[in-house]
């Protein structure tokens, strides 16, 4: 029995043994894959930030036209052996963390630090910083890896330099056309550099070849191509001048022939499906409706430069901003007095217009309005308290339209109560003209989606308008209420159709198609065969922050009320010169349905 049990204790010490040793290798297992585990989620964690850093830098890139840093870092010699001596030339700035909304990184907790002690950014090395011609990203700090008994550092998603060929898409913040590279400088009499681009990239600068071309900067704006451009059968005039005014400038080779950023202006957003908030580029905020698209052109979604958007019905609208700072003495959206009181005095110098009739103009009810008093005051204050608390108002970039009509409304308007028609803020459209006020609003009060009240302007918006082009353009008061000859369709302009039709007023038939010069000047005399009428848009000399023939064309009925109860109408018309009617002009008539009188409407 003894050696029976001495036998089978044997044999479980033998068996202890070797559990130990295989729990031993096992654990050993368990511990290599653990840190292997460790490893494989820091390298994880880099690969992560950098792709989402890489995304939002050349969003951020692509729509300002630079990176999102500014201080720079010159503490690199660690990273010495990723760097391309090709591409990651010029210098490094630390990420600015904070003009890309809504990431999360796993490093980079040193950009706090840097931001508050930027002149030591060099002594901080849990950053990310880019270098600003390849715009390859790099942590700092480096990731430590053990790979087979070898400690390896990454401090991007690529151990060896990255010489893929760069193209660059901006040079001095001026956007490089698709299909062409940036080659060099070259200088001109005064030693003034401009940069060179063209479509094959291995070349060098070279301004007597054709397809070389260099920058030309067009500071003011312009109207119409400039005489020493020519171009070619597929570019568009109003492109052209589209493009010149938004990016200040454009690309012209020794003949003349030029390459420009094609702006494309009908891209728009989904529809939002509640009254949301939208930050636009430069930080600035505005609610957008309900059922209301953004345009995605950058010449048309900043708020400064005309925030435009389109409605279920694709009516085009733009923001008329009214700057906080204007309620000094209002203190609440009921305040109406004090609201409407801060208005006036923002918009002092517009309030006594430019009319010959000396009327006491003001925004009380009248007959004829098409509301009765208590209608006419609930309207007033309902945009008085839209203003105070959103910061201003829409405004229809166009005169409005009639889209069911396509030709002269006399025959059908004139003689039908003005009844007929539909309404559309959209360009080349026939002007709903020959209409009385109650008329107009009637039709102006059904523009608005459910959550939204719309009416023909009243006088203080018109002001508002007024205020907000001289502020936000270089502009001035004289240009706006004194001669607005260079800003509309007048007696005394020289303008080029890009779009649309013109009527004689001689001839009350029917619109004729012309997209070529008509050109009336001062010397001539005012006669019928210089009054032209023309569809909405038709001109891009009379679009200003993205409203077109706010000045001139057509008279704009308002809710604005004269000594004698008078129908009120501002921005002049095509039968008068500029210095006569100018934008911010006030007259009256006793008698509406004329052809020289139609509507804008507002949205609030």
Known sequence: ???????????????????????????????????DSVYIKKINNLYSDIEVLRIKTDEYYNEYGKIPANIK???????????????????????????????????????????????????????YIINENSHNIFYVKGIDIKEKDAVKTYYTDYRFPDDTTVDIKYINGILIPDNYYYIGNTKDGSGNESIV????????????????????????????????????????????????????????????????????????????????????????????????KVSMADTMNTIKKGFVVKDENDNEWVWIEVPSNVFITSNNDTDYENIEADLIRYAKDYRKGASSQNCDWKDTWHNGCGLNEEEYTKTYHTMLSSVYNNNGFWISRYNIGDSSATENNYEVRSKNSGTLGKTASKKSQVPYNFVTT????????????????????????????????EENLELTYEDIAVDSSQLG???????????????????WIDFKENTQNYVTNSQTSINESYNMLLTTGSSEKTRKLNIYDLAGNIYKLTLENTYSGKYSMRGG??????????????????EERQAEIGFRVSIY
């Open 573 to 590: 018309r095509y039968g008068v010169k500029g210095n006569v009617a100018p934008m911010a002009y006030r007259t009256y008539t006793s």
């Open 489 to 507: 369709n007048y007696s005394n302009s020289s303008l080029k159709l890009v779009r649309g039709k013109y009527l004689i007023t001689s001839n």
């Open 197 to 292: 681009i063209s479509n094959n990239k291995e070349e060098s600068v070279d301004l007597t070849k054709s397809n070389q071309y260099i920058w030309t900067k067009q500071i003011s704006e312009i109207t119409e191509v400039p005489s020493s451009v020519t171009l070619e059968n597929n570019q568009e005039s109003y492109q052209f001048i589209i493009s010149v005014n938004n990016y200040k400038g454009y690309f012209k080779n020794k003949d003349g022939k030029v390459v420009y950023i094609v702006v494309d202006e009908e891209k728009w957003s989904e529809a939002y499906t509640k009254d949301t908030e939208y930050e636009d580029k430069n930080g600035d905020t505005i609610i957008i409706p309900a059922g209301f």
């Open 1 to 35: 029995m003894k050696n029976k049990l001495k036998q089978e204790k044997g044999v479980t010490m033998v068996a202890l043994v070797v559990t130990i040793i295989i729990l031993i290798i096992l654990t050993s297992v368990l511990v290599f894959n653990t840190q």
């Open 73 to 127: 870092y010159t503490n690199i010699s660690s990273l010495a052996s990723v760097l391309s001596t090709k591409n990651d030339i010029g210098d490094f700035y630390v990420i600015d963390l904070e003009a890309m909304k809504g990431i999360t990184l796993n490093y980079g907790k040193d950009y706090e630090n840097v931001k508050i002690n930027p002149l030591n950014a060099d002594s901080y090395k849990d950053l």
């Open 438 to 469: 109650a008329e107009a609003q009637k039709l102006a009060s059904k523009m608005s989606n459910q959550n939204k009240t719309s009416s023909l302007l009243f006088g203080i918006q018109w002001d508002l308008v007024c205020k907000f082009l």
